[in-house]
């Protein structure tokens, strides 16, 4: 697949995903990495950071380059990981389920960290996709200023196009440095969202077959 295809494709699935509260301004890469950097030295500044030390003066720079194409690399859709599915042939009727998919995530309120681990599951009709294909979703909606609950919705939202699937469960739990490392303070509470279609939903022994795996990792 060229990579006009590639993109034509991700732009199609992604239509279909809800939406993250984000605008086109035009800007190329480069010009958010000097603009983020120009704005970030700024803050620093007030802040009353030296920047002509030799331990700061990279620093905004570090900061934009890994907003852009790290951090936040999910708000391009260019970087939507490729899909591959396959034909049902063997006719797999049953839950397929991974557990402790990595979550690393930023929340949107504070700009702090959201850590923790996501079960997804779904049941096939006609397609079944590569496994490593569901890690890579996750992570590229973890890449941008996320609530958990959107996070949960645009998974599961991708998921149930991709496979064509009424029946997909997503579970996510999660520490948010927002509460550990200001405000409250709390170092032990987490948070668990979950987004339940088709017979996960409907049918209470596949809901209960399903809840059995999402279990609590910290």
């Not at 990579?3 to 301004?25: G, Q, W």
Request: charged fraction near 25%; glycine fraction near 4%; aromatic fraction near 8%.
């Amino acid at each position: 697949m060229s990579s006009n295809e590639s993109e034509k494709k991700a732009l199609e699935i992604l239509n279909h995903v809800r939406t993250s509260p984000t605008f086109d301004n035009k800007l190329s890469n480069d010009q958010k990495i000097e603009k983020i950097k120009s704005h970030f030295a700024e803050i620093m500044t007030v802040l009353g950071l030296d920047l002509t030390d030799d331990s700061l003066s990279e620093t905004p720079k570090r900061m934009a380059k890994m907003y852009v194409n790290e951090v936040f690399s999910g708000l391009d859709h260019k970087n939507f990981p490729k899909i591959t599915v396959i034909e049902n042939k063997m006719q797999y009727d049953q839950m397929v389920c991974v557990q402790n998919i990595e979550v690393m995530s930023t929340c949107e309120h504070h700009f702090q960290p959201i850590d923790g681990f996501a079960t997804i599951a779904y049941i096939p009709n006609q397609k079944v996709i590569g496994l490593s294909k569901l890690n890579r979703i996750v992570d590229y909606f973890c890449r941008r200023p996320q609530v958990q609950e959107r996070l949960t919705k645009q998974i599961a939202d991708c998921l149930e196009y991709i496979l064509e699937t009424k029946h997909v469960g997503v579970h996510i739990n999660a520490k948010h440095y927002c509460v550990i490392s200001r405000g409250i303070q709390d170092t032990h509470s987490t948070t668990t969202t979950s987004d339940l279609r088709g017979d996960f939903k409907a049918k209470s022994e596949t809901r209960i077959e399903f809840l059995k795996q999402c279990r609590t990792q910290f």
